[in-house]
């Protein structure tokens, strides 16, 4: 019963964000997702329903490195991130935080990502 409450109210708060937050081709959804173990991030264009770039700390492309979902982990993957999609051509996201505040390891990942020059 405790769980389902707060599954429900973590639910609305995802929705919340998505009610205001959509991605388009100039301007794609750069949608980050913490797990107890890993960190998701992608850049989606909610128009087309395409994601364009997506990395994980799963990826190998970060080199074989230990990426946790903590501090150090999205410090990592937002610099990785940042600079993927400056390759790809985006200068320009909206942040997605999903159900999590914009505090602790979402404002360490969007401070790096914002470091490698892309604005929010």
């Given at each position: ?28 959804r750069l949608s980050v ?88």
């Amino acid at each position: 019963m405790k769980l389902e409450k707060k599954l429900d109210l973590q639910q609305k708060r995802r929705w919340r964000v998505r009610s205001k937050v959509s991605g388009t081709a100039e301007r794609p959804r750069l949608s980050v997702c913490f797990t107890n173990k890993h960190i998701y991030a992608q850049a989606i264009n909610d128009y087309v329903g395409k994601t364009l770039v997506s990395l994980t700390s799963l990826s190998k492309e970060l080199g074989g490195a230990k990426v946790l979902a903590n501090g150090e982990g999205a410090t990592l993957l937002g610099t990785k991130i940042g600079e993927k999609l400056k390759t790809a051509g985006i200068t320009a996201v909206v942040l997605d935080r999903g159900p999590r505040q914009y505090h602790g390891c979402v404002k360490i990942f969007a401070e790096a990502v914002r470091a490698t020059g892309i604005n929010f």
